[in-house]
């Protein structure tokens, strides 16, 4: 009753979306995981409790202790302070590459479905041509092109993931630019460019949005990767995927080196898939 | 002087219009002119063309072939910012009044945008706003809610508005009522009426419900597979109906009495493929009148009618049809008088 009350009083889309959206725990467990992460890596500086390079001979290997919570590396570096610190290159990684898919995946996805004709066949032959490499795969191949560093293994994360947003993009585009009020729109008068921004767009956001919550949590997955083969952050500077590689030579002496790592992409990646797939069903319009 | 010369010159003139989408033929040829002021209903069954008809009198699509001249341009000859500024004095209202608007636009938002696009009421929009929500009946506060706040008939009701907005001469009704329930068919119905004798709007209204047709046409033509099969003043379609496809379309009007036993004239078969039509008159396959010569020769439009034979077929028992048809008129209006006040 309470909740019709409240149906009638609110309009806005967007917020009838938000309060569906918490209603669902497993959304609202990824939602609450993603801001506790991204607080992490805005608060880094002041919570963690050592320097994330400053080795020390005596911790060298140290397992958890009221000193070091999560251990030690093979340098004596402070695990919990490196998983802090990592977090900034995750999350960096997971927002950087994926605003770039979408930077490009978007605009492009619109000119395809909105043109047709040739712009389309061209655009998605090659989209296709991407889409027939493995994600993964391509990244790493562009990432060891443009050189090891972050910087371009966002760069790679992101130009990878863009196919799957401008196929999303353009599909969704088809299915609007057949709806009456875009034909509407267009015996109104208005410009090609303004019934693409003001009268298509904001109709095919809800799955993007979906899509680029998914896209975040496999580009975190990716700079993991990248950074795992030493593509991505380089050393001393922390990364997860870093530090499992090199967990990767103690995992019998020091389990904790790759266990912290480990678990925080693990819920990372979960929490970021639960988002995802809650805004899908809450932004659905099908869901009353 | 001149103004005289404008009254009796049609406000608008489709000439052998056609479009095949790749082979389906889907309007083939029609031709005729809309007056200032009065209402050409397009009828016939889905998929004979009467949407794509309109789309293409809007040119929303681009035609195959033929010319539709409004103010003496040919509308497809027009660079497409002529056309948008054209698109000031033609509108359209769609069947569908939850596909229509914009989901994410405010209602207010949506009465806006035409302003600006063509640069009217300047510094005045807002007052506008309301004076078009008024006119359709709805009140200013309606203008901050989305379309999912609204009923159907209201729904349509924001259709007409933004349609009125730009004050065109001639709106495209693509079949503005048939997704309504009748009481509110007959409300959003008599609003057309009333906003057609206040602005003097030409309408073409596209329809498959003859009450309807009976109710808000000046006059009717008849389509069948692309083509126009009678072009007719309401009234004489409606008692003596000439062609066979016509005859037909009258006598399926259900009756609401069983006691009331009525000649029918029941089609055979279903409607043939627009890929590829029957030689001659396409309606010769279902015409139970049908001879050699409609398969040979295709009849041309003459006197309002596409028929070899129309003289020689026996005259139509109209008066029980033009009983019922009043019948659900009736009670069309019947509900408009009980309905009208919400």
């Known amino acids: 009753m309470a909740a019709v009350v409240f149906e009638t009083i609110d309009a806005s889309p967007g917020r009838r979306a938000v309060r569906r959206l918490a209603r669902r725990a497993g959304a609202v467990f990824g939602f609450a995981v993603v801001v506790f992460f991204i607080l992490i890596a805005l608060l880094a500086p002041w919570l963690a409790p050592y320097d994330p390079v400053a080795t020390s001979w005596s911790a060298v290997r140290a397992a958890p202790s009221a000193a070091h919570w999560f251990g030690a590396d093979e340098l004596g570096r402070d695990v919990l302070s490196r998983i802090i610190w990592g977090t900034r290159a995750s999350i960096l990684a997971g927002v950087v590459s994926v605003s770039i898919s979408l930077a490009l995946g978007v605009p492009i996805g619109m000119l395809t479905g909105y043109l047709g004709r040739w712009v389309d066949a061209l655009i998605s032959r090659v989209t296709d041509a991407m889409l027939a490499c493995p994600f993964l795969i391509l990244a790493i191949a562009l990432a060891a092109f443009l050189g090891p560093s972050l910087t371009n293994a966002m760069i790679a994360i992101g130009i990878s993931a863009t196919p799957i947003f401008i196929r999303l993009t353009r599909a969704q585009v088809l299915a609007a630019k057949a709806e009456d009020y875009v034909e509407a729109a267009r015996a109104l008068g208005n410009p090609h460019l303004r019934i693409a921004l003001r009268h298509i767009l904001p109709n095919i956001v809800a799955p993007l949005i979906v899509q680029a919550t998914l896209a975040i949590a496999a580009a975190v997955i990716a700079e993991a990767s990248l950074s795992f083969l030493g593509l991505g952050q380089q050393p001393p500077a922390p990364s997860w995927g870093s530090m499992l590689n090199t967990a990767r030579n103690y995992v019998d002496q020091a389990p904790w080196m790759a266990i912290w790592p480990g678990l925080s992409i693990f819920l990372l990646v979960l929490s970021f898939n639960l988002l995802g797939d809650g805004l899908r069903d809450a932004l659905d319009p099908r869901h009353k | ?342």
Request: hydrophobic fraction near 40%; include cysteine; charge should be positive.
């Open chain 2, 1 to 342: 002087m001149l103004e005289g010369a404008a009254v009796s010159e049609p406000l608008l003139r489709a000439r052998g219009l056609v479009k095949h989408f790749k082979k389906v033929q889907a309007v083939d040829g029609i031709s005729f002119d809309l007056h200032a002021g009065e209402t050409l209903a397009l009828v016939g069954e889905s998929g004979c063309g009467k949407s794509t008809a309109g789309k293409l009198l809007l040119r929303l699509i681009e035609p195959t072939a033929g010319a539709v001249l409004f103010k003496r341009q040919n509308i497809y000859e027009l660079k497409e910012r002529e056309m948008r500024s054209l698109r000031r004095e033609m509108q359209v209202i769609f069947q569908d009044p939850y596909g229509s608007l914009n989901p994410r636009m405010t209602v207010g938002d949506m009465l806006e945008e035409p302003l600006r696009l063509h640069g009217l009421h300047r510094c005045n929009e807002r007052a506008r706003v309301t004076e078009l929500l008024g006119l359709v009946g709805l009140s200013p506060e309606h203008a901050q809610r989305y379309p999912h706040e609204f009923s159907g008939g209201q729904r349509q009701r924001i259709g007409i508005a933004r349609a009125l907005a730009v004050e065109p001469r001639l709106i495209v009704c693509d079949e503005p009522v048939s997704a309504l329930d009748v009481s509110i068919q007959a409300q959003v119905i008599n609003l057309l009426q009333d906003l057609q004798r206040q602005f003097g709007l030409a309408y073409l209204f596209i329809a498959h419900d003859l009450a309807v047709v009976k109710h808000i046409a000046t006059r009717v033509a008849v389509m069948y597979l692309g083509k126009f099969v009678e072009v007719a003043e309401k009234h004489s379609l409606f008692a003596r109906p000439r062609h066979p496809y016509t005859r037909a379309l009258l006598s399926a009007i259900p009756v609401p009495d069983p006691a009331l036993k009525k000649q029918r004239l029941v089609l055979q078969g279903d409607v043939p493929s627009p890929y590829d039509p029957p030689s001659g008159c396409r309606f010769r396959t279902r015409c139970p009148w049908a001879r050699e010569r409609c398969a040979a020769e295709e009849p041309r439009l003459l006197e309002g009618v596409a028929c070899h034979f129309w003289r020689e077929l026996e005259p139509y028992a109209s008066a029980s049809q033009s009983a019922l048809v009043n019948e659900r008129l009736a009670r069309l209006q019947a509900a408009f008088q009980s309905g009208g006040a919400t």
